[in-house]
């Protein structure tokens, strides 16, 4: 069903602060389809004063991703609620970049910034994958582990994905710990602190996807589309 590939597009789109799909953090309201192939999705975020730069980029992506899917013949993406949800929709619907929609307040365009948010889903993800194998394991021994080496084929997988995001190597025989910025392995002498900066990474990411879980719960009774209730 068109209705089905469609939602299965928007569980692509990211919250690009938290690495996670929009559909699971409850941010995807409505999605109506036509049986002309016609779809209009609404998001929500949060708060009303959520950062304008990261809702512009959820409302982008959403539509490109949409309007991707075969079958849909116009693609619709609205953000309610929000204090520059005029300037965000119609920036969106006439395809313009997030400068040419904000102008002199706007800084620059985002792709630096999808990129920082990359590198810190990549750390994440090294230790979402990585402790249980670099636990009682020496530095030398720790830096020898390979990407393939990763039991857990999901979240492998999603590091996986980030990293060829960011264009870093992602191979089953690549190392499995690497800088972020140059791809380029972890030397046996910074494994410690490669490790601590990314477990505090993702406790963070995942203390602010708690977080606005809340506040989202709190601004909304309903629960998202696509959203699970036990979330």
Same mark, same amino acid.
């Given at each position: 069903m068109l209705r089905d590939d469609v939602l299965a597009a928007l569980a692509t789109v990211r919250d690009p602060e938290l690495d996670e799909p929009l *559909?699971?953090?409850?941010?995807?309201?409505?999605?109506?389809?036509? &049986?002309?192939?016609?779809? *209009?999705?609404?998001?929500?975020? &949060? *708060?009303?004063?959520?950062?304008?730069?990261?809702?512009?980029?959820?409302v982008a992506d959403s539509? /490109?991703?949409?309007?991707?899917?075969?079958?849909?013949?116009?693609t619709e993406v609205l953000l309610d609620d929000h204090f520059a949800s005029e300037e965000i929709n119609a920036g969106v619907a006439a395809r313009a970049g997030f400068g040419e929609t904000f102008g002199a307040l706007a800084a620059g365009e985002l792709d630096d910034l999808r990129q920082e948010f990359l590198r810190k889903a990549v750390l994440?993800?090294?230790d979402r994958v990585g402790r249980p194998l670099t636990n009682g394991r020496t530095s030398e021994e720790i830096v020898a582990l390979r990407l393939g080496d990763v039991p857990d084929k999901a979240d492998r997988d999603r590091l996986r994905a980030r990293r060829s995001d960011l264009g870093l190597p992602a191979d089953d025989d690549d190392p499995l710990l690497v800088d &972020?910025? *140059?791809? /380029? &392995?972890?030397?046996?002498d910074s494994v410690s602190d490669h490790l601590g900066r990314a477990r505090l990474t993702r406790i963070s990411l995942e203390a602010n996807g708690g977080i606005c879980r809340g506040m989202l719960r709190e601004r909304y009774v309903t629960?998202?589309?696509?959203?699970?209730?036990d979330q």
């Open positions: *559909t699971e953090l409850g941010f995807v309201s409505e999605c109506e389809i036509s &049986p002309e192939g016609e779809v *209009t999705v609404r998001l929500r975020l &949060p *708060t009303f004063f959520c950062a304008a730069n990261f809702a512009f980029l959820m539509y /490109d991703a949409v309007s991707g899917v075969p079958g849909v013949r116009h994440a993800g090294a &972020p910025v *140059t791809g /380029d &392995p972890i030397e046996v629960i998202g589309v696509g959203e699970k209730e």
